[in-house]
């Protein structure tokens, strides 16, 4: 029942189909991700190993994401062949759907909705193939530590939220509360946040 974890053998047998020919390209998504760990590094990072620019990286980083995008769109691969069979497809799909429904979500609040609807209990451990489904659908991780009250990481999935708006509300919210000498109604914060941004 561990959708993640079918996710994960879909990443590891497609990284097996590059151990002789792309072994470098294998390499780079290792490394990127932190897969089979390794440490995690970012593309400057592997660039200056390689020898090559960082945007080149970052381009090979996006050639894989993308055959991962078709392969669970359920096509086929010319090169390498492979194709995701069907019973893990639907199992991704109600995966990426369940994602693809949030806005705006914390990292802790993330890993307790994938414990409460689809029983991933092992979210730190398959942290890299988690990276990985949330760049292939395009999910914007931000470590903005603007907020007081929040050591998360946010996820911005919906691209149209407007990430300083999002961290300016939540501090204010946070303020407000903070200022509170009683207790407070989830209806006046609403009100109180309305006078604000109007």
Known sequence: NDYLEQ????????????????????????????????DQYNTVEIGLYYEV?????????????NNFKILLKGETLDIPFCVVNSDSK??????IDFI??????????LVKSFKDNYNILSINQNQPYLNI???????????????????????FV??????????????????????????IKEFDLIISLRKQYR
């Open 7 to 38: 996710f994960k053998r879909i990443v590891n047998d497609y990284l097996s189909l590059l151990i002789d020919k792309k072994e470098r390209e294998r390499d780079i998504l290792i490394k990127k991700y932190g897969l089979f760990n390794n």
């Open 53 to 65: 620019t960082n945007e080149r990286i970052r381009q090979l980083i996006l050639k894989h994401l």
């Open 133 to 155: 489904i949330l760049d292939v659908l395009e999910v914007v991780e931000s470590s903005e530590s603007s907020i007081p009250f929040s050591n998360n990481e946010y996820y």
């Open 158 to 183: 919906d691209p149209k939220i407007d990430k300083s708006l999002f961290y300016e509300t939540a501090k204010y919210c946070y303020d407000f509360l903070r200022d509170s000498v009683t207790p």
């Open 90 to 95: 639907k199992n991704i799909d109600l995966l």
């Open 100 to 109: 693809s429904g949030i806005s705006v979500i914390s990292f802790d609040n």
